[in-house]
């Protein structure tokens, strides 16, 4: 489909600015929930190895592969040094291995990682096919790839693509706009294959304009997929 507009960093950066930089206790919980979280649904279908080497993609300000024990912990994202400054508490872990680079050309051997994470980052990438690419060549072979993605129904794309000619700029973090099927499709052109996959409706909006969007079957869902190389 046609592209209107390229993915723009310095308006990620201005929303992650607005994101208080100091843990707040309750947030420190969430965020291991949603590792406890990860961790058991993988370990349902696969057997984590001893001192595993993890790879987390555009953990953004809160990279919860920090949460994760005994394990080599690495996290890669093009705006690193903002958040490094931005958030300290967060990458304070002498263990955390920090990378500044696009996910489309990642710095790593090939066959490096035991298990990579990539959570609600894909649909915030320039070309997702080319990262799922760099995914797979440095991922092990029986290595595992856990993904969550916002997915849409498909007539929305065209709603995003063209959201910032009137002003909204959501699509300009967010310059992907998938269905299910279309990561489905992706993650199985570049080789992986898919254990498990689950989709877990989002919260309702709070917001007035965003409930009113929800009448019009703008249904945001979170797509959980597991894959092995």
């Known amino acids: 489909m046609l592209k209107?507009?390229?993915?723009?960093?310095?308006?990620?950066?201005?929303?992650?600015?607005?994101?208080?930089?100091?843990?707040?206790q309750t947030e420190k919980e969430s965020l291991y929930l949603m590792k406890k979280f990860?961790?058991?649904?993988?370990?349902?279908?696969?057997?984590?190895?001893?001192?595993?080497?993890?790879?987390?993609i555009g953990g953004g300000g809160r990279p919860i592969?920090?949460?994760?024990?005994?394990?080599?912990?690495?996290?890669?994202?093009?705006l690193m040094d903002f958040y490094q400054g931005k958030f300290p508490d967060f990458y304070q872990d002498q263990a955390l291995i920090k990378i500044k680079s696009e996910a489309e050309e990642m710095p790593f051997k090939d066959n490096f990682f035991d298990l990579?994470?990539?959570?609600?980052?894909?649909?915030?990438?320039?070309?997702?096919?080319?990262?799922?690419?760099?995914?797979?060549?440095?991922?092990?072979?029986?290595?595992?790839?856990?993904?969550?993605?916002?997915t849409y129904l498909?007539?929305?794309?065209?709603f995003r693509k063209t959201s910032p000619l009137f002003g909204h700029k959501f699509y300009l973090c967010h310059p992907q706009t998938f269905t299910n099927r279309d990561v489905k499709k992706l993650i199985s052109e570049i080789g992986l294959k898919i254990l498990h996959s689950f989709v877990e409706d989002e919260p309702k909006f709070d917001s007035r304009k965003l409930r009113m969007l929800t009448k019009l079957k703008y249904?945001?869902?979170r797509l959980y997929i597991l894959a092995q190389k």
């Open 4 to 24: 209107f507009f390229k993915r723009d960093l310095k308006c990620e950066a201005d929303c992650w600015r607005k994101k208080r930089p100091n843990f707040c």
């Open 38 to 56: 990860i961790q058991s649904w993988i370990e349902k279908f696969w057997q984590i190895p001893k001192k595993p080497r993890i790879l987390e």
């Open 65 to 78: 592969v920090n949460f994760f024990e005994n394990v080599e912990k690495y996290t890669l994202d093009p």
């Open 116 to 150: 990579i994470l990539m959570l609600n980052a894909l649909d915030h990438t320039e070309n997702p096919k080319k990262v799922l690419g760099q995914c797979y060549r440095v991922l092990k072979s029986g290595g595992i790839m856990a993904i969550s993605v916002d």
């Open 154 to 158: 498909w007539f929305w794309k065209i």
């Open 219 to 221: 249904n945001i869902h």
